[in-house]
């Protein structure tokens, strides 16, 4: 059974600091692009980082360029998402997915429950 689990999130002032953590059973995590995805309130599920199986190639939404950094540990099967000077716009839940298509985070075999993070003003 392939599992994502995701974990890290919760509630943060604007200007902190976050780290998410997917880690992953049940499939070969090594060989697969991951990435994260947010959801806010009545909006539409959107890209937020991707990162290539080898982690050569990362790509990231505007609004999360140098502020997020993805990465991934392919021996412990975990993806991470640093996420730093936080906004209220953040505030969303997050969701790990593996097997995307990191040009349009697209595919997505594979996905975790999610963990909501909030940013308060």
């Known amino acids: 059974e392939v599992q994502l689990v995701e974990s890290g999130g919760g509630l943060v002032q604007a200007g902190g600091s976050l780290r998410l953590s997917c880690t992953a059973s049940?499939?070969?995590?090594?060989?697969?692009?991951m990435g994260w995805l947010w959801q806010a309130p009545g909006k539409e599920r959107e890209g937020v980082s991707c990162?290539?199986?080898?982690?050569?190639?990362?790509y990231y939404a505007d609004s999360a360029k140098s502020r997020f950094t993805i990465s991934r540990d392919n021996d412990k099967s975990t993806l991470y998402l640093q996420m730093n000077i936080l906004q209220p716009e953040d505030t969303a839940m997050y969701y790990c997915?593996?097997?995307?298509?990191?040009?349009?985070?697209?595919?997505?075999?594979?996905w975790g429950q999610g963990t909501q993070v909030t940013v308060s003003s």
């Open positions: 990162i290539s199986w080898n982690g050569v190639s990362t």
């Open positions: 997915a593996a097997a995307l298509n990191c040009r349009d985070y697209k595919g997505g075999a594979y």
């Open positions: 049940g499939l070969t995590f090594g060989d697969l692009n």
